[in-house]
């Protein structure tokens, strides 16, 4: 793998701002939307980039062949439930503590890959992470100005749906031999023919009216947050592996607490504070290892 240039660096921090984005724009999405729109706007809108590249690029789409079962249920797992868990949480969540509580996804991961891989063992420093980062969750949850009797099962969904990533993580190892695009497009895909017979029945979007700083949120997580978001991963994961692109985890946070206090001016308390650092102290050490 070749050495990063100054524009990998850019590309990896612009990656982190996008992925952090996501969380104020679906707390302001959700001042319209149900939580279930808000996770079909997101994968029909994400879906539009990444079907024009498979689509100049001359990539197959394999949604409905002989694995239609497997996309199927990656997409169910790794883009329906944390989607709808996400924005079910950050109703009464700050999203601030949503982008801290969904950067355990490394931790997570290593947790699982432990018990459902070959050479993901762990040892002393990776549990050494593993501790220091759940930790300052763990510190988080006792932050009862922002998470109390009211929104704890919120968080709880949260982070539920950060797990969610991890095991759909897990399950696209079996098809870990196919074009990463059209992995994408075709549980994408998945996703939609889920997604919208529910939204359909449940929240019947057609009757909402919303308002105009919701809808361009719910459009710009879609391409943008989830479609554009994946394209630029691509690259990076291309041109510069996987270990790399795993660095974008350390910033995820820490622009979500940023532009939330920004955009929407959410509280930033001294147990925000630690947890973060606790989470990224934690990451680094497993990223270490």
């Known amino acids: 793998m070749k050495q990063p240039k100054l524009i990998d660096y850019i590309l990896l921090t612009f990656l982190a701002l996008i992925w952090a984005s996501a969380f104020f724009n679906i707390k302001i999405a959700t001042f319209s939307f149900g939580p279930i729109t808000i996770a079909l706007g997101r994968v029909f809108f994400g879906a539009i980039p990444v079907l024009l590249l498979c689509l100049y690029k001359k990539i197959r789409i394999e949604a409905f062949t002989k694995d239609w079962y497997l996309f199927a249920m990656i997409g169910f797992i790794n883009l329906v439930a944390p989607f709808f868990l996400i924005s079910y949480g950050v109703k009464s969540v700050q999203s601030n503590l949503a982008a801290i509580l969904m950067s355990t996804t490394p931790l997570s991961s290593t947790v699982l890959g432990h018990f459902f891989t070959l050479n993901e063992k762990f040892n002393f420093i990776k549990t050494f992470g593993i501790l220091i980062g759940f930790s300052g969750i763990v510190y988080l949850f006792s932050d009862n100005l922002l998470i109390n009797d009211s929104n704890f099962v919120s968080a709880l969904l949260i982070l539920l749906g950060s797990t969610c990533y991890v095991i759909g993580g897990v399950l696209t190892?079996?098809?870990?031999?196919?074009?990463?695009?059209?992995?994408?497009?075709?549980?994408?895909?998945?996703?939609?023919?889920?997604?919208?017979?529910?939204?359909?029945?449940?929240?019947?979007?057609?009757?909402?009216?919303?308002?105009?700083?919701?809808?361009?949120?719910?459009?710009?997580?879609?391409?943008?947050?989830?479609?554009?978001?994946?394209?630029?991963?691509?690259?990076?994961?291309?041109?510069?592996?996987?270990?790399?692109?795993?660095?974008?985890?350390?910033?995820?946070?820490?622009?979500?607490?940023?532009?939330?206090?920004?955009?929407?001016?959410?509280?930033?308390?001294?147990?925000?504070?630690?947890?973060?650092?606790?989470?990224?102290?934690?990451?680094?050490?497993?990223?270490?290892?």
């Open 173 to 289: 190892l079996k098809i870990s031999k196919k074009k990463n695009e059209n992995v994408t497009g075709s549980i994408l895909i998945w996703a939609i023919i889920i997604l919208l017979p529910l939204a359909s029945i449940i929240e019947k979007p057609w009757n909402l009216n919303p308002s105009l700083n919701s809808t361009i949120s719910l459009i710009y997580l879609g391409m943008i947050s989830t479609g554009l978001a994946w394209l630029l991963r691509f690259r990076i994961l291309k041109n510069n592996g996987l270990i790399f692109q795993s660095q974008v985890a350390y910033l995820i946070p820490i622009f979500g607490i940023i532009l939330s206090y920004i955009f929407l001016g959410e509280m930033i308390t001294e147990k925000v504070l630690v947890s973060l650092i606790a989470v990224i102290v934690g990451i680094y050490f497993v990223k270490k290892s």
